[in-house]
């Protein structure tokens, strides 16, 4: 396989987001969002999955110029807690890449003095209960009906937030 890179998300990529998106399966799409998003998603909520500032963080995940995941990080209101999410696409599932991005999803949480994390899924969300299994044993679990959601401490890790110098698909700066 080709090396996995990451660069941060901006709204110029709410194409290439958009195709990732319709490109998942009604299940892989349902897990992701709780909800059918449809063959092509709304702008609307492409344009949530692409936070700017200090509200929220999105990361792109590329293998060679494909874009094959899509993270993202929200502040929960005005505390140092934030939520975070990430899909990849049916035909890259189950090679390592989520928790790829999970891990550098957290990094940037960790950067930016966020010190909370809240995992939100379908109870039924094999692949999250997983990932939640292994990197984060200790996460405090909250089922409620069909959801279940996981809390857990982002860390005291001394590390950088991505970079653009890491962004495939795009011209390094000059």
Not at 134 to 145: F, K, L, Q
């Amino acid at each position: 396989m080709t090396a996995l890179m990451f660069r941060p998300a901006d709204p110029a990529d709410a194409g290439a987001l958009t195709a990732l998106l319709a490109g998942l399966s009604p299940d892989s799409a349902y897990l992701r969002f709780q909800t059918a998003i449809g063959p092509k998603p709304l702008p609307s909520v492409v344009r949530a999955l692409l936070p700017e500032g200090v509200r929220g963080r999105a990361l792109l995940g590329y293998v060679g110029d494909e874009l094959v995941a899509h993270g993202v990080w929200v502040r929960i209101g005005p505390c140092r807690a934030a939520e975070i999410a990430l899909v990849v696409a049916d035909e890259r599932q189950r090679e390592g890449i989520g928790s790829a991005l999970a891990a550098a999803l957290l990094d940037d949480l960790a950067a930016r003095g966020i010190e909370r994390v809240e995992v939100f899924a379908g109870a039924g969300n094999r692949a999250v209960a997983r990932m939640m299994a292994s990197a984060a044993p200790e996460a405090e679990r909250e089922r409620d009906g069909a959801t279940v959601s996981y809390s857990f401490a982002v860390g005291d890790r001394a590390v950088q937030p991505v970079t653009a110098a890491r962004a495939p698909g795009r011209p390094a700066a000059a």
